[in-house]
């Protein structure tokens, strides 16, 4: 389909489906659905440009960090003991080579840990590949299901060395393959399973449960049901939640004993699994070990239920918080007609003017904001430069405060608290960049373009200093919405 749109409408759609113009992009904007559209047909667009390069294997050597913090603190533990029996007192640190005695030395910085180390390699490859994307459309749905099938490095040692991992990993490969596959990868990627503790669930008539006395853990399977494919209202009940839950019995992460394989993967235990035949929406599994699972999740990706469920999100995400109810039955329908075919999905929304006609009001979440800022000016920043303003703004990446993500409407990110924090990120940003922007003016064509307003442009004319004309750029409605 040629691109027939207004100038303005063009440069909205890299902000609606992209993640908005780099400098240097404006002059180039032909056929840019048709740009959006190469990437959905591209096997590698989605594949990461900045390779991680921190500890590999990641589980295997979390695992031994972990033994060594614990010997640490036992250590620890024991010469404390010691010291109090025998009344001890801890002689101060010998002054450094050249240091006056009597003054102390200052604290060596702080070495990240482990996993907070991989946490925040992980962070600023994730923003360097959005930063080097053309369109960024791809980008921006490893975003829209990264937060769909969201992980939690708020969870502990292993989901913050694993975040990153688990969207490289389950995620990028299958955005614009089958909806089955995506989901089978995410739920049986070690990081799910540790955050909805999965590996904690033993069946009670498995040989472990009655050794044990333990049982079903549901929380990955409730959030299967709930968050990930039927949604809320998708007509399951909570005798489905426990079946599901005895159906993937099993669905464990490798300890560091190497018993089922490498350290820190899935493997499937069948001394967890219950046993015999499930009923889950009305059909019965029989299926033997982890099989019995993939059925069950090929039969959910399939439901009636989780394309409505997926249309309406994706819609939501991308065009408005309340989408025209014909945008989101043409994308149930091309997901149930194709079997959740991710790439004819995508396909379907770039070209329905439902989506690509339809007003800016959307407004850009922390993130996407700071993306296109950060891709406006030019900037390559460091961890600290992307985890302080995403901290402060209520966005750090892989933290939601719950499994459900973080919230995907305007009511969320608008209060006049938000819109406060944003100023003073778009200042801070306007200070660091003052000094690479040769004219702020020009600026404004080369990001905005057609779409920016006459108010924005006088704004930014007018401004005290280029500092602030930048910030003024940053939050303008034209900037801020998509």
């Known amino acids: ?63 031994a960090f972990e033994d060594e913090e614990r010997a640490a603190r036992e250590a620890r533990r024991v010469a404390g003991q010691q010291g109090m029996a025998q009344g001890v007192q801890v002689a101060a640190a010998p002054p450094m080579p050249g240091q006056p005695q009597g003054q102390m030395a200052a604290p060596a910085q702080p070495v990240p840990q482990f996993p907070q180390a991989i946490y925040r390699e992980e962070v600023v490859a994730r923003v360097q590949n959005a930063l080097e994307a053309e369109t960024g459309f791809a980008e921006r749905l490893v975003q829209f299901w990264s937060n769909h099938f969201c992980v939690s490095v708020a969870k502990g040692n292993f989901v913050r060395a694993m975040a990153g991992a688990f969207e490289r990993e389950a995620i990028r490969p299958n955005i614009f393959g089958r909806f089955e596959d995506l989901l089978i990868a995410v739920e049986s990627h070690p990081a799910m399973l540790n955050f909805l503790d999965n590996q904690l669930s033993i069946g009670p008539d498995s040989r472990a449960g009655k050794r044990r006395g333990r049982g079903l853990n549901e929380n990955l399977a409730r959030e299967i049901m709930e968050l990930h494919t039927l949604g809320v209202s998708g007509g399951y009940t909570q005798a489905d939640v426990t079946s599901l839950a005895r159906i993937i019995t099993g669905w464990t992460v490798v300890g560091r004993d190497a018993r089922l394989g490498f350290p820190g993967s899935f493997a499937f235990n069948p001394g967890l699994h219950d046993p015999g035949g499930q009923k889950l929406l009305g059909k019965v599994y029989r299926q033997e070990g982890k099989e019995m699972g993939m059925a069950a999740l090929a039969d959910l990706a399939r439901h009636p239920s989780t394309a409505n469920f997926i249309a309406r999100k994706l819609a939501r995400h991308f065009v408005a918080d309340d ?4 945008l989101v039955a043409e994308l149930a329908r091309v997901f149930r007609e194709t079997g959740g075919d991710l790439a004819a999905l995508s396909r379907a929304l ?84 003052a000094g690479s922007v040769a004219d702020p003016r020009a600026l404004v064509e080369e990001v905005l373009g057609p779409l920016a307003s006459p108010q924005t442009r006088q704004a930014v004319a007018r401004a005290e200093s280029k500092q602030q004309a930048i910030a003024l750029l940053l939050m303008s409605p034209e900037f801020q919405r998509r």
Request: glycine residues 12%; proline residues 9%.
């Open 1 to 63: 389909m040629a691109d027939r749109s207004e100038p303005s409408q063009t440069v909205l759609a890299l902000q609606r489906f992209g993640l908005g113009l780099k400098p240097g992009q404006a002059a180039g904007l032909a056929d840019v659905r048709e740009r959006l559209l190469a990437e959905s047909r591209s096997e590698g667009a989605a594949q990461p440009r900045v390779s991680f390069s921190g500890a590999a294997p990641i589980g295997r050597a979390l695992y």
């Open 350 to 433: 770039v070209t329905s003017e439902l989506a690509w006609g339809a007003p800016a009001t959307k407004l850009r979440t922390p993130q996407e904001f700071l993306v296109a800022a950060f891709r406006a000016l030019g900037r390559k920043p460091d961890f600290g430069q992307i985890a302080g303003p995403l901290g402060v703004m209520g966005q750090p990446l892989w933290q939601p405060s719950g499994p459900d993500g973080y919230p995907d409407t305007n009511a969320a990110w608008s209060t006049p608290e938000g819109i406060k924090t944003r100023i003073d990120v778009a200042a801070q940003l306007g200070r660091q960049a």
């Open 323 to 326: 989408p025209a109810q014909a």
